[in-house]
């Protein structure tokens, strides 16, 4: 497993984009940068930075899946929880 892997995966849906699945902080960042209109929150800019962080060991995926989630139910988009029973 690559150690920037997410535990488990995460289901996205967001109205534009359709369905995502987000499985690892580069997709989480990729996410993030292209499917946000506004980049300004305090949540998009927290999720980001911790992207980041990861490269440089100050941070675990466990605390971008985190990060990302709150950034994205924050901006109304809808996380499917189904799959973080696994």
Same mark, same amino acid.
């Given at each position: 497993? *690559?150690?920037? *892997? @997410?535990? !488990? &995966?995460l289901?996205i849906?967001?109205?534009?984009a359709? @369905? $995502?699945?987000? $499985?690892?902080? =580069?997709?989480a960042a990729? @996410?993030?940068? #292209?499917h946000?209109?506004?980049h300004? =929150? &305090?949540?998009? =800019?927290?999720?980001? *930075? %911790? %992207? $980041?962080?990861?490269?440089? !060991?100050? #941070?675990t &995926?466990?605390?971008?899946s985190?990060a @990302? /989630?709150?950034?994205v139910?924050g901006?109304g988009?809808? /996380?499917? =929880?189904?799959?973080?029973?696994y």
């Amino acid at each position: 497993m *690559n150690s920037q *892997n @997410f535990r !488990g &995966p995460l289901v996205i849906y967001d109205d534009r984009a359709g @369905f $995502s699945l987000i $499985s690892s902080v =580069s997709q989480a960042a990729d @996410f993030l940068f #292209a499917h946000w209109g506004e980049h300004d =929150s &305090p949540a998009w =800019s927290d999720a980001m *930075n %911790c %992207c $980041s962080s990861v490269k440089l !060991g100050t #941070a675990t &995926p466990e605390q971008v899946s985190s990060a @990302f /989630i709150t950034a994205v139910t924050g901006a109304g988009i809808r /996380i499917d =929880s189904t799959l973080r029973l696994y």
